[in-house]
């Protein structure tokens, strides 16, 4: 086929491409959030969301770093970033030419029978040859289309969304560990407030005895006051098993031994001071969550993929060479008459497909129109997410405001009525029923004291975990 044929069949492979029907237009609007938070704070606080996190426990600093340095999740996710810039590397060295370098040494052996068994005299055919080649190579195909310009953005975008997943990674694991430092300052608060219960206990059962020997109060006193005590033995029993468990968490998100976690844990100390929520819009949610920017990433990838999917219609054209060095002696590869080229140019392109590139169209749009409703399912989810915290810190604030408050004025009434007891102004009955009911309200004001810190952890999150590096 001449050069004036090769024109025209490109000419036509390339008209019936570009009167193809483009790539379907998918709409990918922005998600509309509203304009402000129910429950979040009605004064500008201007505090900064980090301070959200327990940082003032050695505990924590100290697990955190741990856990940034050597968590197997966080090498994973960053093994994953690595993955994806280099497959956009290889998409973009996919637009560049392939050249290439062989050598060779190719030995032949003809029968001579094969050219007749009479030759012309002064005609001799040599039947064994050796050849020797060197050649540089090239390949080009020249992206007049931009699909694989398109297949580079799809890439690049996919490295926007797994170092957004490896963020969400890191944020997830300092989230549980902040929790988990909480969880252990709280156990100790109750342990505390458990053991206050239980010399209470024992020091009014002492002193029913006391009472019991004078003659002066039934035995059953003290066998009441001493069963109040055991009541405070078994409920601090049953914290060991959350101490354990709350180790053995530890161990999972630091990457460090039971030994070492406990050496931690025995730094710091819990800080009575509730960090003020800081108000922001939820609008802020699709620049800072790492969740929303990776789902937004994959939709731009997805995107890509279908411009180069669409691409696929039109021809593809490409530019070869060689040029190199063939003789039929080692002596003679380096003459001038050694060298040799070739130079091609080709064009490639679907004439009747019978609905084949449609179909990949049609499915890559079907994974656009997926991605996109899961960046939308993302976004309101996280709406929902930081709703919740800020409701849960409000809510978690006023318990604790009130547990504290009731423990305050149990224990004083328990006071009381032991005061009135001794001077024999109150039955027994009246001071142990204050006792009981004085019992257990440090440790619930401990645990509403936690409930508060770990709701801040959540809403820190929620909000997307701004403040670290």
Do not use: H
Not at 91 to 118: H, K, Q, W
Not at 254 to 264: K, L, N
């Amino acid at each position: 086929m001449n050069a004036r044929a090769i024109l025209i069949a490109g000419s036509v492979m390339m008209t019936g491409a570009c009167a193809s029907a483009p790539a379907p237009d998918i709409a990918t609007p922005v998600p509309v959030l509203p304009a402000s938070y129910v429950f979040a704070p009605e004064a500008d606080t201007n505090a900064a969301l980090v301070s959200l996190l327990p940082f003032e426990d050695a505990a924590f600093d100290r697990l955190a770093a741990q856990a940034l340095a050597s968590s197997p999740s966080l090498a994973e996710a960053a093994a994953r970033v690595e993955q994806a810039r280099a497959g956009a590397a290889r998409a973009g060295a996919e637009r560049l030419p392939t050249i290439g370098a062989d050598g060779s040494v190719t030995g032949t052996r003809t029968n001579p029978g094969a050219f007749g068994a009479n030759l012309p005299p002064g005609v001799a055919f040599d039947s064994e040859r050796v050849a020797y080649a060197a050649n540089v190579t090239a390949r080009w195909d020249l992206d007049l289309f931009g699909r694989l310009k398109a297949q580079e953005r799809a890439a690049i975008a996919r490295i926007d969304a797994a170092d957004a997943s490896a963020r969400a990674v890191k944020i997830a694991l300092l989230a549980e560990i902040a929790a988990s430092v909480i969880d252990w300052r709280t156990l100790q608060a109750r342990e505390a407030a458990l053991r206050d219960d239980l010399a209470s206990a024992e020091a009014l059962a002492r002193l029913a005895g006391v009472r019991e020997r004078a003659g002066i109060a039934p035995g059953f006193d003290r066998v009441r006051a001493e069963g109040s005590a055991s009541s405070s033995l078994s409920r601090l029993a049953a914290l060991e098993s959350e101490r354990a468990r709350i180790i053995g968490r530890l161990v999972t998100l630091a990457a460090q031994g039971g030994a070492s976690v406990r050496s931690a844990l025995a730094q710091g100390q819990a800080g009575q001071e509730l960090p003020v929520a800081p108000r922001t819009l939820p609008s802020a949610l699709l620049l800072n969550r790492p969740d929303v920017l990776a789902a937004a990433a994959t939709l731009a990838a997805e995107d890509a993929e279908l411009a180069a999917t669409a691409r696929k219609r039109f021809p593809v054209i490409s530019l070869s060479g060689a040029i190199g060095l063939l003789a039929f002696g080692i002596g003679d590869l380096f003459n001038d008459e050694s060298l040799v080229g070739s130079l091609a140019a080709g064009i490639a392109g679907p004439l009747l497909d019978f609905g084949r590139i449609q179909a990949e169209i049609d499915g890559v749009a079907a994974e656009k129109k997926a991605a996109f409703e899961a960046y939308r399912g993302t976004a309101y989810t996280a709406l929902g997410e930081a709703e919740t915290a800020y409701g849960l810190v409000a809510s978690a604030d006023n318990e604790a405001q009130t547990a504290f408050a009731e423990a305050e004025s149990l224990r004083r009434a328990a006071r009381l009525a032991n005061t009135r007891y001794k001077s024999g102004l109150a039955d027994f009955l009246t001071v142990l029923e204050a006792r009981r009911a004085a019992d257990s309200s440090g440790e619930r004001a401990a645990l509403a004291l936690g409930r508060a810190k770990r709701a801040r952890v959540l809403l820190w999150q929620a909000l997307g975990g701004s403040g670290i590096s």
